[in-house]
């Protein structure tokens, strides 16, 4: 979903950055306590987008409906980015000048994959 990682997937990624910003035992405990503290804020906002997908999907097309979702759908996803942007605040906080650059450039990497995917998909219909 827009914004919010499958479990599986978000555990991937952050391994993923954990090794490579080889971060120190005190960091760790700091961003999962971070991480599980937002936990239930997190849950229910993915829980609210996939409500939503669903309502939307079961319903016969009716534009006053679809312009309803997409009103109401913004705001859900406005909650999900000023919580995402909340955690990723909280967690730079923990990290060095240097462990943000590196996250800087593994995000500039998945960005510039996930275009590239994106232009390609074209190719593969």
Do not use: C, W
Not at 11 to 29: C, W
Not at 32 to 44: H, N
Not at 64 to 89: C, G, I
């Amino acid at each position: 979903d827009e914004g919010l990682l499958p479990p599986r997937v978000a555990g991937l990624v952050v391994r993923r950055a954990e090794r490579r910003l080889n971060l120190s035992d005190d960091q760790r405990q700091k961003i999962k306590t971070i991480l599980r503290t937002e936990k239930p804020v997190i849950e229910s906002l993915a829980e609210r987008v996939h409500a939503e997908r669903e309502q939307l999907e079961v319903q016969p097309y009716d534009e006053a409906t679809v312009r309803a979702f997409a009103q109401q759908h913004e705001m859900t996803m406005e909650d999900v980015l000023v919580e995402r942007e909340k955690v990723r605040s909280e967690i730079q906080a923990v990290l060095t000048p240097e462990q943000r650059k590196q996250v800087a450039a593994m995000r500039e990497t998945l960005y510039g994959r996930f275009v590239e995917r994106l232009s390609s998909l074209g190719d593969e219909l």
